[in-house]
């Protein structure tokens, strides 16, 4: 069955910090790559996608990596801001049989001035 | 811009009425798909649609039901809301449901007394 298993679930700096979220997925055969943002109350909202011949994209302050050998994502968030404080979401595509993405279940970031 | 719209962004009603979520996209997307999300649980799929008329169960699909008479309109329905879909409705749409990206509604809030 295709996973996808985020770390940690929760997680609290303070502002200026860096951080990095992690994912790990068994999604197989695996075509794309996906973390959102999903500030309270809100939608989800796409920050980047990866497909399986990238191994970093970044997008502003933040930077995803991918590890299609171990299967593994991250997403790196420098210099930290009051308005990162979100939901992270990685979600992973397979390209074979089912189109329905797998999501993991969020990491909960908390900035703190 | 792709726009998904949601009818409502909070909604209160109680045990046994039937409750319509309605979802539009504007961009003639081929897919759209229903989610509930509850905390710690991330988001879950309800039902998708990859055409008019067109519909597919996702891993939750007990107790609702779909609709898709217009490409750029997709509701779901709560036949008889219980206590138990107290939840976030996130509605997306899609070109491509496995390789592309999930573009999501704000969501509604239905909360069933």
């Known amino acids: 069955k295709n996973q996808v298993e985020q770390s940690p679930q929760s997680l609290i700096i303070l502002e200026g910090k860096n951080c990095t979220l992690q994912?790990?997925?068994?999604?197989?055969?695996?075509?794309?790559l996906r973390w959102y943002k999903q500030d309270t109350g809100r939608g989800p909202v796409s920050l980047t996608i990866?497909?399986?011949?990238?191994n970093t994209k970044s997008n502003g302050r933040y930077t995803a990596t991918l590890d299609a050998d171990t299967k593994q994502s991250s997403l790196h968030i420098t210099a930290s801001q009051l308005s990162d404080s979100a939901s992270y979401i990685c979600v992973v595509s397979s390209s074979g049989g089912s189109y329905i993405p797998t999501f993991g279940r969020g990491t909960s970031l908390i900035v703190h001035p | 811009d792709v726009k998904v719209t949601q009818s409502s962004r909070y909604l209160v009603k109680r045990t046994g009425e039937k409750v319509f979520l309605e979802c539009v996209q504007d961009m003639d997307h081929e897919n759209m798909f229903w989610y509930r999300q509850d905390p710690g649980l991330g988001l879950r799929l309800i039902y998708f649609?990859?055409?008019?008329?067109?519909?597919e169960k996702g891993d939750i699909p007990e107790g609702y039901s779909v609709s898709r008479e217009k490409k750029e309109r997709f509701s779901l329905i709560l036949e008889s809301a219980s206590t138990n879909q107290t939840s976030m409705y996130l509605c997306a749409s899609s070109y491509d449901p496995g390789s592309y990206e999930q573009y999501f509604g704000p969501g509604t809030r239905l909360t069933v007394t």
């Open positions: 994912c790990n997925y068994t999604v197989s055969p695996f075509s794309n």
């Open positions: 990866m497909t399986f011949s990238e």
């Open positions: 649609s990859y055409d008019v008329k067109m519909k």
